[in-house]
């Protein structure tokens, strides 16, 4: 009985003005397998985060690498972090080549020389998913470039 007002309650004060519901805060319990629970316990506390603001991290980032697959047509904000070989005849000039032609998503570029061959590029990218996946796809068929890494965030 007493589990049945509860749940008027909570229609009541979905239709109106809790400032609970509308700060959006919703509680739902999962099951997970008691090992992963208990790494992601060890981890969380590591960090100083507690269960709540952690599923929120992990969800958000699920979304954003969800949408960064799936919807072509969206827009994105993130980081384009290549390693490459500066050694490599053409490419940096290459690299800036490509940064020019995509002017319009390319907001910003930080180099860093990490040692004698190797060079760390970080490229902020702020537009449409379609164009930051074709900047990715053409530098990362380029020679001389080791690794490339996309970081997108939610706004
Ligand atoms: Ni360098």
């Given at each position: 009985m007493a589990h049945k007002s509860r749940l008027i309650y909570l229609k009541k004060s979905f239709n109106g003005r809790n400032p609970m519901v509308r700060k959006g805060v919703s509680r739902f319990g999962v099951s997970v397998p008691f090992r992963l629970l208990l790494e992601f316990d060890r981890k969380i506390k590591r960090m100083g985060y507690d269960r709540s603001k952690a599923i929120q991290i992990a969800m958000r980032d699920f979304l954003t690498e969800y949408s960064w697959k799936m919807n072509e047509m969206g827009l994105a904000i993130g980081t384009m972090t290549l390693l490459y070989d500066?050694?490599?005849?053409?490419l940096e000039e290459e690299l800036t080549e490509v940064q020019h032609a995509y002017r319009?998503?390319?907001n910003s570029a930080m180099h860093v020389h990490l040692d004698e061959r190797n060079c760390l590029l970080v490229i902020v990218v702020k537009g449409k998913i379609r164009l930051i996946r074709k900047v990715a796809e053409e530098l990362m068929g380029?020679?001389?470039?080791?690794q490339i890494k996309l970081t997108t965030v939610m706004s």
């Open positions: 500066h050694k490599t005849k053409g319009s998503i390319v380029r020679r001389g470039v080791k």
